[in-house]
């Protein structure tokens, strides 16, 4: 069964760091495009940041640019989202998510986490 | 940054009704636009992709249509677990954007 599993959300003060996880299992990790998308408190859904399928490409909201770095540990089969310069507008659920065909960025995100929580507060 | 815009907010639907969501792009992606169902306390589910594609297990009451600029979500017939908020998101461009969302609930 293929599944994603998101972990390190917390609470954290305004300006602080946070890593967090999203542990893959079911694919080949390798071969896939993944992204990380929030839900702030009664908002939508808003994309926050992606890496191609071959890891060497990344994107990023607007939102989160400079402050934010994805990356993945295929060994571990693990996608990370570090998190610096915290701020309150950042509080949301954090879900990681893979596209749908392996080898490609385009395409939608068939399989979702359940999210880990970030609080930026003091 | 494409902008992707939702109507309605909100839509009233008696349960055994049909509902039609709309989701226009503010400049063409092409058929790169998908649809997902969003409940309180899960993570959204894949509907539809390339804008009209069934994801796997999605019933045959979810339809999807269009291209280019304009799209629809058309469920033919809800059913009591169809009330959930509904969102487009296109993967044409970089940055990827999501509608703001369509609540469908029970009239």
């Known amino acids: 069964e293929v599944q994603l599993l998101e972990s390190g959300g917390g609470l954290v003060q305004p300006g602080g760091s946070l890593r967090l996880s999203c542990a893959a299992s079911g694919f080949t990790f390798s071969t896939y495009a993944m992204s990380w998308v929030r839900q702030a408190p009664g908002r939508g859904l808003e994309w926050v940041s992606g890496l191609s399928a071959g890891g060497g490409t990344t994107y990023y909201a607007d939102s989160v640019k400079g402050r934010s770095t994805i990356s993945r540990d295929i060994s571990k089969s693990t996608l990370y989202l570090q998190m610096n310069s915290l701020r309150a507008e950042d509080t949301a659920l954090y879900y990681c998510?893979?596209?749908?065909?392996?080898?490609?960025?385009?395409?939608?995100?068939?399989?979702w986490g359940q999210g880990t929580m970030v609080t930026v507060s003091s | 940054e494409i902008e992707m815009t939702q109507s309605p907010a909100t839509l009233s639907v008696s349960p055994g009704e049909r509902a039609t969501l709309s989701c226009r792009a503010s400049q063409s992606v092409s058929s790169n636009l998908a649809w997902y169902q969003h409940k309180p306390g899960q993570a959204p589910r894949l509907l539809i992709y390339?804008?009209?594609t069934r994801a796997t297990g999605i019933p045959a009451r979810f339809s999807g249509g269009g291209s280019g600029t304009e799209f629809t979500l058309t469920i033919s017939s809800l059913q009591s677990e169809d009330f959930a908020v509904y969102y487009c998101?296109?993967?044409?461009?970089?940055?990827?954007?999501f509608g703001q969302g369509t609540k469908v609930e029970i009239k």
């Open positions: 998101q296109q993967y044409n461009n970089w940055p990827r954007t």
């Open positions: 390339g804008g009209s």
């Open positions: 998510a893979k596209v749908g065909r392996s080898s490609t960025s385009y395409d939608a995100f068939d399989i």
